[in-house]
Nanobody, 125 residues
Framework: VQLQASGGGSVQAGDSLRLSCVFSGQTFSKYSVAWFRQAPGKEREFVAAIGVGGKNTYYADSVKGRSTISRDNALKTGFLQMNSLKAEDTAVYFC???????????????????WGQGTLVTVSS
């Protein structure tokens, strides 16, 4: 399994970004997908997760109401739409996937076996 994250960039507070995570190597529809982020000097933290069916979604309180996680199984791609970005959203964003969790939204980074390389989001206030 390989994951390729993209879509990060430098934006102003209040702007939007859409992150993508392209999956390859196995049957994407069997894998739940999550996004985590890591700011400088901080631990990696959960952002959002989506189950294999695409209907069960889970969000960290810090992004709830501003972000939407989705997936397109035909494209083998997961997405994270982030709106109303804040300076505190600045971080490297990682996508993760695993076949073990079905429609559950696992929020622990150590539970995921497959990771993308990260994409940097910088939000200026």
């Amino acid at each position: 399994v390989q994951l390729q994250a993209s879509g990060g960039g430098s934006v102003q507070a209040g702007d939007s970004l859409r992150l993508s995570c392209v999956f390859s190597g196995q049957t994407f529809s069997k894998y739940s997908v999550a996004w985590f982020r890591q700011a400088p000097g901080k631990e990696r933290e959960f952002v959002a997760a989506i189950g294999v069916g695409g209907k069960n979604t889970y969000y960290a309180d810090s992004v709830k109401g501003r972000s939407t996680i989705s997936r397109d199984n035909a494209l083998k791609t997961g997405f994270l739409q982030m709106n109303s970005l804040k300076a505190e959203d600045t971080a490297v964003y990682f996508c993760a996937a695993d076949v073990l969790y079905g429609d559950r939204g696992i929020q622990v980074a150590g539970a995921y076996n497959y990771w993308g390389q990260g994409t940097l989001v910088t939000v200026s206030s």
